[in-house]
Structures are given as structure tokens and as C-alpha cells.
């Protein structure tokens, strides 16, 4: 049985991969993956596929055993997996709960590995993974400190598991897009001070998803969605640090 596996699959980054790669090729199933139910049942709708649904919170570790043991059972083979699992908080580290930093870490990083860790046996040669992540894995954030160091941990991840399957003829590479309109803001600005307020340039999902089906396709080792994004990741590689961060606080008017 042929399959893809997509996290975060309920709405937002997700919900886009799972249509476009539904339209991209034939599966026997999709496996999404995300904490309402009632949200990956309408996924059905909107796929040709048949859709497997999986309630599952990432943010726990007993969902890794559910998945492996569905693995276990079906013995599929996963033509593509798609981690786009993750959230993020706006604000300094004291707007910020412990448990909500925690739970950023706990998602955007532990499930993320688990979860490719899992799949991974049942890949064979030609096998794709996805793995969202951000235009904040290059450069540190303030306020978005911790969720731009998970995702550069994902950025980091991504680079070196490629290499390592490379062999297997499985590619694996992150995707890194600027600011992209979907409901990730909703839970972001959820902080009692909203530390980020200035945002250049806007792409939609729809964007990011096609680029990244069509950098795999080329062989990309990471995709990024739009010409500005890739100037300013060019840029924070040549200039200092410090500089950027500087550059950063003063646009969104932090001290």
C-alpha cells in the first residue's frame, strides 16, 4: 500500500501539502495527522485519495507509540512524508510560560524527529520528507527566541539526515518560507505582549507548497519560497550576527 503521511495535516501549511501532493500523484491512502478529528475529516472532501484519519497530539509522547504501532499493522510503503506539525509564540522569554516553551520544542523538534524516525523504515528508493520549517532557522529572533531556535535545530536536523539516507535514494529537505498567511497566527499572538509587528512581505500557503513540490523535483537541498526571502537569508549568512539582529529589533520597534 502506497501512502503519504502529513502532519499538521487539519489546517494551514498541511492542509496545502496534503491537496497538492494528492494532485501531484496517486496514493492508496493519506495518513493525516493532527489533534481535531472533525478537521482532518473534512481533509476527505478536498483529495481524490482515500484519507486515514489520525487524532493524534504530537506535543505527547504516547502518540508516537499509536503511530508506530499503525505502521506495524499496515506495513505500508510511505512515498512521502510531510512534517508539518509546529507553533510558535510571539514574545520575550518572560510573556512566555515555561510550559508553552516546553511545548514549542516538544513539538517543533522531539515529534519531528520521532515522527521521521518512525517512517523511515518504510521508505524505499525515491521516498520524499518534507520537513516545515522557517526563514527564522537562519538567524537567532528575538522575541521568537525559541521558536527560531527550533526550527534552526530543524534546519540543522534536515541538512545532516539527508546525507545520511542519501544512500537509501530517500531526500529529505526543509522548507523555509518568510511570513505566510495561515491560522499559525492565531495561537502566536496569544502572549501578553505582542513583540512582533512589522512583516515585509506576505506569501500564501498555496506558494510555499507549489515551490517546495518543484525544488524536490530539481533536487533542492532546501526550498525557499521567493526571491526577497532568499536576499535576506543571503544576507544574514554574509553579515554579522549582532547586525542582524539589530536591523530586526529596530523594524519591530523592540528595545
Not at 57 to 67: F, P, Q, V
Not at 88 to 101: H, N, Q, R, T, V
Not at 177 to 191: C, M, Y
Request: with cysteine; hydrophobic share 40%; glycine share 8%.
Amino acid at each position: 500500500m502506497k501512502i503519504a503521511v502529513v502532519t499538521g495535516a487539519s489546517s494551514g501549511m498541511g492542509r496545502e501539502f496534503v491537496r497538492q501532493i494528492d494532485r501531484d500523484e496517486t496514493f492508496d491512502e493519506l495518513w493525516v495527522i493532527a489533534r481535531r478529528r472533525e478537521k482532518l475529516a473534512e481533509v476527505q472532501k478536498e483529495v481524490r485519495a482515500q484519507v486515514r484519519v489520525i487524532p493524534l497530539d504530537l506535543a505527547h509522547s504516547e502518540s508516537y507509540a499509536e503511530y508506530r504501532g499503525l505502521l506495524e499493522q499496515h506495513k505500508p510503503q510511505v512515498a512521502v512524508l510531510v512534517n508539518c506539525a509546529g507553533y510558535g509564540k510571539f514574545g520575550k522569554w518572560s510573556d512566555i510560560p515555561l510550559g508553552e516553551a516546553e511545548g514549542m520544542i516538544d513539538v517543533n523538534c522531539k515529534a519531528l524527529v520521532a515522527v521521521t524516525q518512525l517512517t523511515l523504515p518504510y521508505m524505499t528508493k525515491g521516498g520524499r520528507i518534507y520537513q516545515m520549517d522557517s526563514l527564522s532557522a537562519f538567524q537567532p529572533v528575538p522575541g521568537l527566541g525559541v521558536y527560531g531556535a527550533s526550527k534552526a535545530f530543524v534546519l540543522s536536523y534536515s541538512r545532516a539526515l539527508s546525507r545520511e539516507v542519501r544512500p537509501l535514494g530517500i531526500r529529505v529537505m526543509p522548507v523555509c518560507p518568510g511570513w505566510v498567511r495561515t491560522d499559525f497566527f492565531e495561537r502566536a499572538i496569544q502572549t501578553s505582549t505582542r513583540t512582533v509587528t512589522y512583516f515585509n512581505r506576505w506569501y500564501t500557503a498555496e506558494q510555499v507548497v507549489r515551490t517546495a513540490l518543484r525544488d524536490m523535483k530539481k533536487g533542492k537541498e532546501v526550498s525557499i519560497c521567493g526571491f526577497p526571502v532568499k536576499a535576506q537569508v543571503l544576507a544574514v549568512k554574509l553579515l554579522p550576527h549582532s547586525l542582524v539582529m539589530k536591523i530586526w529589533m529596530k523594524q519591530q520597534k523592540m528595545r
